[in-house]
């Protein structure tokens, strides 16, 4: 069973070293674990090394370990009855080890039965639905593996909690709020000292004190601030509509992350031609050129898209698809002077990597390295702009 949940793990791409493996393994040979709860927390916090695998662990837990669910429908007089706790029945080491194993398939049979029978309310027992005892069904009370009915939790079920499935929301390959959006943003750092000497050097400050004799001596350095700048390029509008909350929300994080030295945004349709625009509108417009001409090539530029156009707007004169607008210099020619002016480029993609197989895509991909707009792949695409080139 051990070695079957091994492989669960590993297909549900939870990576589990052998090292690992052997160190739980060592834990299970020395008795560290008497029930299925402990062992889903010990596992857990050998094998999973990120909060993003806790949902991939709780499946393979279930697979291996038949978790249980409740059924649909608890009778609403069994449910009073459990209404206020008895008190607790303390077992002695000895009654605990008496408990075996349980089989789930049989369990959730038994429960079904005595939600069937039962007639009545019952307090302390080893049999019906109740409270403070040793039957596998009810709450306050105490048992390995059973069902908890009511009440608060006491002793845990680890097959509950694994079916529960309570960390999806974790999950890496999912797209994201903002709040993991600025985490990642954060990771685009490089802090240099600036500015006034505001900040309290405690070292210099205990060697000058000392020299002082003892005497206390402030000494001040300057602050440690992000000399990182970042230039955010949006697409909007079009197939973009149905991305707007996703990207709203990338821009929400960027724009409230007070770590930069400096950041810039503009917007463009589809791609980006003689001009970018300040609003997303697109009716306050700047000379692309311009920008390239003025701004230095040290910016970070993110460039969001779903790279989905026909190949005609990427590549030709006059190919913007907007009536009223023209381009004397096709998209494909503004995206590579832009890779070639700013040292730091990539792109993020909104759309799925299964939907870059279009020409235009593929075009895009070959100037910039494109990435999905999930926790993942804007981990990714901020490792890349902290590469030193």
Request: aromatic residues 12%; glycine residues 8%; hydrophobic residues 35%.
């Amino acid at each position: 069973m051990f070695t079957d949940f091994f492989y669960a793990l590993k297909n549900r791409k939870v990576p589990v070293s052998i090292t690992e493996w052997m160190t739980l393994m060592e834990a299970l040979s020395r008795g560290y674990v008497s029930n299925l709860d402990e062992f889903y927390y010990l596992a857990r916090a050998i094998l999973v090394k990120s909060e993003n695998h806790y949902d991939q662990y709780d499946v393979a837990f279930q697979e291996c370990f038949n978790g249980i669910a409740g059924p649909a429908e608890i009778n609403q007089q069994i449910l009073d009855w459990l209404k206020d706790a008895a008190k607790r029945k303390t077992l002695t080491d000895e009654e605990r080890a008496l408990f075996k194993s349980i089989d789930f398939d049989k369990l959730i049979e038994e429960f079904e039965n005595r939600l069937k029978e039962q007639t009545e309310q019952h307090d302390g027992g080893g049999n019906w639905i109740g409270r403070g005892g040793t039957s596998p069904f009810g709450h306050s009370g105490y048992h390995p593996g059973g069902i908890r009915v009511g009440g608060e939790r006491g002793y845990g079920s680890a097959a509950k909690v694994a079916a529960e499935r309570r960390f999806q929301n974790y999950r890496s390959d999912l797209t994201l709020d903002i709040r993991q959006m600025k985490m990642a943003l954060r990771r685009l750092r490089q802090l240099s000292r600036t500015g006034y000497e505001d900040e309290l050097d405690l070292d210099e400050t205990i060697d000058a004190t000392c020299k002082n004799a003892g005497e206390l001596e402030f000494m001040w350095m300057r602050s440690r601030k992000n000399a990182v700048k970042m230039l955010l390029l949006m697409d909007v509008g079009g197939s973009m509509d149905e991305f707007a909350l996703l990207c709203s929300q990338l821009f929400s994080a960027a724009h409230s992350s007070s770590h930069f030295k400096d950041f810039k945004y503009y917007y463009f349709h589809n791609c980006i031609y003689d001009n970018l625009y300040q609003d997303i509108e697109r009716r306050s417009s700047v000379s692309t050129d311009h920008l390239l001409r003025t701004m230095e090539p040290d910016y970070k530029v993110v460039l969001v898209g779903d790279a989905a156009m026909a190949p005609t707007e990427l590549a030709q004169r006059d190919g913007i698809i907007s009536y009223y607008e023209h381009n004397e210099t096709p998209g494909i020619v503004w995206l590579k002077r832009i890779a070639d002016h700013f040292t730091h480029c990539v792109w993020l993609n909104p759309d799925g990597s299964n939907q870059w197989g279009v020409m235009s895509a593929q075009m895009i991909k070959k100037i910039f390295p494109m990435y999905d707009l999930t926790l993942d792949g804007l981990g990714e695409a901020m490792k890349k702009l902290t590469v030193k080139t």
